[in-house]
């Protein structure tokens, strides 16, 4: 951060002193050159120097004027401190206003002296300058007051752009002390250090919150034009190739209106046949040459787009499937995968097109000026005193039209969020007759999108006005002079008709340029959101490296503290200290919410503590390598969700040799399909093993895949097992079969179960009853249910909403309780009971 604001405010300065010097030099040089330098010393004498017509005191001055304006409004009237936030922001406004017109005027006014020259300017110069230069002097008085011009118009574009980010920067780094500090602070326009540090953690904070990153943070992340340009690197040398073919076909193209100029002057101005046949055949040689090497650009430019376009989005899902599970809490699946896809190949369709554009009409632009400049400076100066016009309607329009952009693309990717969910969730809908709703709400979306999408082309039709009338504009004023010239005899009509073309390949070239523009803003706003995803760290590593010999399956939470990232405010784990023993099974029980899911997903390392530490076998669960830990602690959740692949391969997901493992052998595989009650149902299919599970598992009943989902989670060969009410979303007889899968996987492994029902419970060696994120009671079945707390009114309610015949023994409740099914031993029989103790735990809450 400190080093962007010194770069922004170290560049200003340096285009300043460099453009002071450079004006300076060429200011004074000529008078040195004259030997009238000391005449500078009197106030008359200056004067007299000034009006001297090719003098360049006055660019000299304006340049000065120009550098001090910009200063003083940035140290004097920016360091102003200010009382709200709307006042500094519309101080920082006035002052960035400011920049820009100081600069626009002083471009202006060079514009306007570079056009008085080429209209006025005689032939033969000033005579004192003739005489410097008859004198043996090297001194061109014309070509150093070009420069002088050039060198003060180039600064003070520069100057504009550096002195504007800066001031940007500089009230970013003030909201976000303002922020920090939550207090009144003056807001200096240049900020200390002490400042950007205050700032730092509450912009990474916001960074590291997702997408919406750069609306927080200032514009970190934001991909600029020349971040598109570096992203085609790797095919740089398909580029060189193309670009070096690109200046053949670009000199081709320029050599047509030189020959073509040429030709008339031979058939009609001085007729000769033999010149007018030969520089024909030049001129279809030149246009052949032109054809094939345009040809060669466009194909290797092509070919580089597309592996760009292979890139982006191999370097996207990478990124992507790095992030934490808070980024995806944040961020709608819509959204992420409209990234995916349409940004994705938006940035590289644009940037690799434009850049063949920009290549090309760069090499144009440039070899016409030259053929231009050698065939009437004059004209060539007043077409290019247009052409800031065009760049600054360009420039203008491409900031609106980016935004749009970005506008447009996040409408599109909310309507796109609204019919994914919708078609995603279609049983739902259906049951619930919610079609209407569903149709509005996609509806009401798409018309949010057409409203920007409306907007985005009425911006466009403007543009393209313009941007149509600029040129001819040019031609005609071009044409005017040009026709001037020819009537005084200044220039041969062949030489105005070579002109002319050039002219107009020049407006085709700046036009194609202001287009790449333009488009590259718009790829700009795709590129903004893709660039944030690529760049974007991780919040929660990726693990560390150890790896040891054995695991015993020892957990152990120690004064855990958590909330959710995207809710900071909820505290959802409070000073939370549990140890599960090796080898022992826990039952994790309490009312909805109240942090039992929370628990194992702190165990699974999608989230980290916000204080206190997780252990496994008495070292921070971070410690350990991410895939071998994935090994060692299987989940298996509620709604295991299943890929459109082989039951094999859905089985070893995970363990596959692109994962970097061993995978298991079919042997493996079965045996664990066996214990997970799995194998039978996996052979009666027709193709066994073999068959698809199609998308989400579609074709597979909740049991089957719950099996699948367990011999997922047995063929790792886990020391820890995390049941995360592996059963309640079933029905009795696929629970039956499930659990009996669940009760023989159980024996020898650490397992931590979550269960609404009594009889997924009641037989674990340890109860832990959770609520509000804090132990309420430990103990088993027995001993909880004569402590009469919290457990034991969870049974309790639990039995009277099921309306079980059965009865507990429980003294001090006096809850009567019987029946074989629910107190039977553990792999027995323990699934009769559809009671949920969720169900009385909502009550209890
Ligand atoms: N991804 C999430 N982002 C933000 N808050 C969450 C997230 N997941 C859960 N919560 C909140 O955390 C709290 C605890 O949720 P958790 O899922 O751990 O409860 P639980 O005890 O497992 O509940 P249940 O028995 O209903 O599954 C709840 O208030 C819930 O709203």
């Not at 107009?504 to 287009?515: E, G, K, N, V």
């Not at 696929?734 to 179960?753: F, G, H, K, P």
Request: hydrophobic share 45%; with cysteine.
């Amino acid at each position: 951060m400190r080093g962007r604001t010194s770069l922004y405010t170290v560049a200003l300065y340096a285009v300043s002193a460099v453009e002071t010097l450079i004006c300076t030099g060429l200011a004074l040089y000529p008078l040195h050159q004259l030997g009238i330098l000391g005449q500078l010393s009197h106030f008359k004498g200056l004067i007299q120097l000034y009006s001297l017509s090719l003098s360049n005191l006055d660019i000299w001055l304006l340049s000065i004027l120009k550098n001090a304006c910009i200063l003083i409004l940035i140290h004097v009237h920016g360091t102003r401190p200010g009382q709200e936030e709307e006042e500094i922001s519309a101080m920082y406004k006035k002052v960035r206003r400011g920049i820009r017109g100081t600069c626009i005027t002083a471009q202006l006014l060079l514009l306007g002296k570079a056009t008085v020259i080429a209209i006025n300017a005689p032939d033969n110069l000033v005579p004192i300058f003739m005489n410097a230069a008859s004198s043996g002097k090297p001194f061109v008085g014309l070509v150093m007051m070009f420069s002088a011009l050039f060198c003060c118009l180039l600064c003070s574009f520069l100057e504009g752009m550096t002195a504007v980010q800066s001031v940007r920067r500089m009230q970013t780094l003030s909201k976000e002390a303002r922020e920090a500090n939550n207090e009144d602070v003056t807001a200096p326009l240049l900020p200390s250090y002490d400042q950007e540090e205050k700032g730092k953690p509450h912009k990474e904070k916001a960074v590291k919150k997702g997408l919406s990153a750069s609306a927080a943070g200032g514009n970190k992340n934001n991909a600029t034009i020349s971040e598109l340009l570096l992203l085609s690197r790797p095919d740089a040398v398909f580029n060189c190739i193309a670009l070096t073919a690109g200046c053949v076909a670009a000199l081709c193209t320029a050599l047509v209106p030189y020959y073509t100029g040429l030709v008339i002057d031979f058939a009609s101005i001085e007729p000769d046949r033999s010149k007018f046949v030969s520089t024909c055949l030049i001129l279809v040689l030149v246009a052949a040459l032109g054809g094939i090497f345009t040809g060669i650009r466009g194909c290797l430019f092509s070919f580089s787009m597309n592996r760009l376009n292979v890139r982006l989005r191999k370097g996207l899902f990478h990124s992507l499937v790095q992030m934490e599970m808070a980024f995806f809490d944040t961020n709608k699946v819509g959204d992420i995968s409209s990234r995916l896809s349409s940004d994705t190949t938006a940035v590289s369709d644009q940037i690799s097109l434009n850049i063949n554009v920009m290549m090309r009409s760069i090499t144009q632009a440039l070899l016409v000026i030259v053929f231009m400049l050698a065939a009437s400076w004059r004209l060539t100066t007043i077409t290019f005193v247009l052409i800031p016009l065009v760049m600054t309607v360009s420039s203008v329009y491409g900031k609106y039209y980016q935004k749009l952009s970005k506008e447009l693309r996040t409408e599109l990717a909310e309507a796109n969020a609204v019919a994914e969910e919708v078609l995603s969730a279609m049983s739902t809908v259906k049951a619930h007759a919610a079609q209407d709703s569903s149709e509005a709400a996609y509806h009401t979306k798409l018309e949010s999108y057409s409203k920007v999408m409306i907007k985005q082309v009425l911006a466009y039709c403007l543009f393209a006005v313009i941007n149509t009338f600029l040129p001819n504009a040019l031609s005609a004023a071009v044409l005017f002079y040009g026709g001037t010239f020819v009537l005084e005899g200044k220039m041969s009509p062949g030489s105005l008709v070579s002109f002319m073309l050039y002219q107009q390949s020049l407006s085709s070239a700046f036009q194609a340029m202001a287009d790449v523009y333009s488009a590259l803003t718009a790829a700009v706003g795709a590129a903004d959101k893709v660039m944030e995803l690529i760049k974007r760290k991780p919040e929660v590593s990726q693990g560390g490296s150890l790896i040891p010999s054995s695991l015993t399956g020892r957990i152990e939470f120690q004064n855990v503290v958590f909330n959710y990232p995207s809710r900071p405010e909820a505290p959802v784990i409070q000073g939370l200290s549990l140890i599960v023993n090796p080898g022992e099974v826990v039952a994790l029980v309490g009312p909805s919410g109240g942090g039992k899911s929370s628990i194992v997903r702190l165990i699974e390392r999608f989230y980290l503590p916000t204080s206190g530490q997780v252990l496994l076998d008495e070292r921070d669960i971070g410690m350990y390598k991410n895939k071998w830990l994935r090994q060692q602690v299987a989940l298996v959740s509620q709604e295991p969700v299943l890929c459109a692949r082989s039951v094999r391969r859905n089985i070893i997901y995970g363990l596959e040799a692109e994962d970097g493992v061993e995978p298991p052998s079919n042997e493996e595989i079965e045996e664990a399909a066996r214990q997970a009650n799995a194998h039978d149902f996996i052979m009666g299919f027709p193709d066994g093993y073999e068959t698809n599970c199609w998308e989400k598992g579609t074709q597979l009943s909740g049991g089957q895949k719950q099996r699948i989902a367990i011999a997922r989670a047995l063929v790792r060969k886990p020391r820890v097992l995390l049941l995360d009410e592996a059963t309640s979303a079933l029905d009795a007889d696929s629970e039956a079969v499930v659990q009996e899968a669940l009760d023989r996987i159980m024996a020898n492994r650490t397992t931590l179960v979550i269960a609404h029902r009594l009889s997924t419970v009641q037989h674990a060696d340890k109860i832990i009853v959770i609520a509000k994120g804090v132990v309420q009671e430990v103990g088993n079945h027995e001993g909880l249910l004569a402590a009469g707390g919290m457990y034991a009114t969870l049974v309790k309610r639990q039995l009277q909403r099921s309306g079980s015949t059965m009865s507990f023994s429980n003294p001090s409740t006096g809850l009567e309780a019987s029946g074989s099914s629910i107190l039977g031993p553990r792999g027995g029989s323990r699934f009769t009971s559809q009671a949920s103790l969720l169900n009385g735990a909502e009550q209890v809450d």
